[in-house]
């Protein structure tokens, strides 16, 4: 044992003595901390902003989705704003002020729905900001707000609002490929995603029958992309679930389409449970392939 302890020494000696050992010492942290944040920076600041199309033939959802986008923007301005007070706070400033501000953010970041309306509704950003600038260092940064990675458009001036979803998908799929661009603020424009919504979409809300039983939903529903609230995009990570702006949307609709089950039913207990498992089917299709054969998992 002790021979080939002192085998080890002498070969960690005579490697410890080469340049390139402490090289890769030093570098194996930097390599770690660029593998982690490079994506994150690219997806913060490099990506560009990315425009989608929504038409809702139902006209009862697209209001919905566009309060339930904003109401994550705005989660992800107070988890920002949460960490900026924390990192810029001034050590002199009056520590009753300055913990009263900070348990204030930390338990609106705390992710209920209520405390998001409370940020909402005192003023938002600038209200905190107002109240977070006494207590923050003299040389601190101003807040940067967290950019919007998404931002709703028009559709393109070929592209028939009226028509059937079969037949918006088919004039977007083009723009969704990559074949064809749009003019948007006098730029020509991509167009990342298209969220096309049927007109009777509530027919087939599928509902929990009782317990036990299989999930029930409405009387024609046979699977198709055309009784689905379908997500357009080339984007394959999309379909992974949890994943972002399409599990923003499709949690946006399911919460309203909740709430309604909940004001119809009312709240006993057992209304309750059902209602957690209503949901809008919620397919997402590529436009590089004809036929949908994936869809989006329940919320």
Same mark, same amino acid.
């Given at each position: *044992?002790?021979?080939?302890?002192?085998?080890?020494?002498?070969?960690?000696?005579?490697?410890? %003595?080469?340049?390139?050992?402490? !090289?890769? &010492?030093?570098? *194996?942290?930097?390599?770690?901390?660029?593998?982690?944040?490079?994506? =994150?920076?690219?997806?913060?600041?490099? !990506?560009?902003?990315?425009?989608?199309?929504?038409?809702?033939?139902?006209?009862?959802?697209?209001?919905?989705?566009?309060?339930?986008?904003?109401?994550?923007?705005? $989660?992800?301005?107070?988890?920002?704003?949460?960490?900026?007070?924390?990192?810029?706070?001034?050590?002199?400033?009056?520590?009753?002020?300055?913990? $009263?501000?900070?348990?204030?953010?930390?338990?609106?970041? +705390?992710?209920?729905?209520?405390?998001?309306?409370?940020?909402?509704?005192?003023?938002?950003?600038?209200?905190?900001?107002?109240?977070? %600038?006494?207590?923050?260092?003299?040389?601190?940064?101003?807040? !940067?707000?967290? $950019?919007?990675?998404?931002?709703? =458009?028009?559709?393109?001036?070929?592209?028939?609002?009226?028509?059937?979803?079969?037949?918006?998908?088919?004039?977007?799929?083009?723009?969704?490929?990559?074949?064809?661009?749009?003019?948007?603020?006098? %730029?020509?424009?991509?167009?990342?995603?298209?969220?096309?919504?049927?007109?009777?979409?509530?027919?087939?809300?599928?509902?929990?029958?009782?317990?036990?039983?299989?999930?029930?939903?409405?009387?024609?529903?046979?699977?198709?992309?055309?009784?689905? &609230?379908?997500?357009?995009?080339?984007?394959? @990570?999309? *379909?992974?679930?949890?994943?972002?702006?399409?599990?923003?949307?499709?949690?946006?609709?399911? @919460?309203? &389409?909740?709430?309604?089950?909940?004001?119809?039913?009312?709240?006993?207990?057992?209304? =309750? $449970?059902? =209602? +957690?498992?209503?949901?809008?089917?919620?397919?997402?299709?590529?436009?590089?392939?004809?036929?949908?054969?994936?869809? *989006?998992?329940?919320?």
């Amino acid at each position: *044992m002790r021979c080939a302890f002192l085998l080890a020494w002498r070969e960690f000696v005579e490697s410890a %003595k080469a340049k390139g050992f402490w !090289t890769s &010492i030093f570098l *194996m942290p930097i390599t770690l901390f660029l593998t982690i944040q490079v994506p =994150v920076w690219l997806d913060q600041k490099a !990506t560009p902003i990315r425009n989608f199309v929504l038409v809702d033939h139902s006209s009862n959802f697209a209001a919905v989705v566009e309060s339930g986008l904003e109401r994550a923007h705005q $989660r992800r301005v107070l988890e920002a704003l949460q960490g900026y007070a924390a990192k810029h706070a001034n050590p002199r400033a009056s520590l009753a002020d300055a913990q $009263r501000i900070a348990i204030s953010l930390a338990e609106l970041a +705390e992710g209920r729905s209520e405390s998001l309306d409370a940020f909402i509704r005192k003023g938002g950003k600038d209200y905190f900001l107002g109240q977070l %600038k006494p207590h923050l260092r003299p040389a601190a940064p101003p807040f !940067t707000e967290p $950019r919007r990675l998404y931002q709703q =458009v028009n559709l393109p001036e070929d592209v028939d609002p009226r028509s059937d979803l079969p037949s918006l998908a088919s004039q977007l799929r083009p723009y969704l490929r990559g074949d064809k661009q749009f003019e948007h603020n006098g %730029k020509w424009s991509d167009l990342y995603v298209a969220v096309l919504i049927p007109p009777d979409i509530e027919q087939y809300i599928v509902r929990p029958k009782s317990q036990g039983s299989p999930p029930v939903s409405g009387p024609l529903s046979s699977g198709k992309a055309e009784h689905q &609230i379908q997500y357009w995009s080339t984007d394959v @990570t999309a *379909m992974k679930e949890g994943f972002g702006f399409a599990q923003e949307i499709e949690r946006a609709v399911n @919460t309203e &389409i909740r709430r309604r089950e909940y004001e119809t039913r009312g709240l006993d207990a057992a209304a =309750v $449970r059902q =209602v +957690e498992n209503t949901y809008a089917p919620f397919v997402t299709l590529n436009p590089k392939k004809l036929d949908a054969k994936r869809s *989006m998992p329940r919320t």
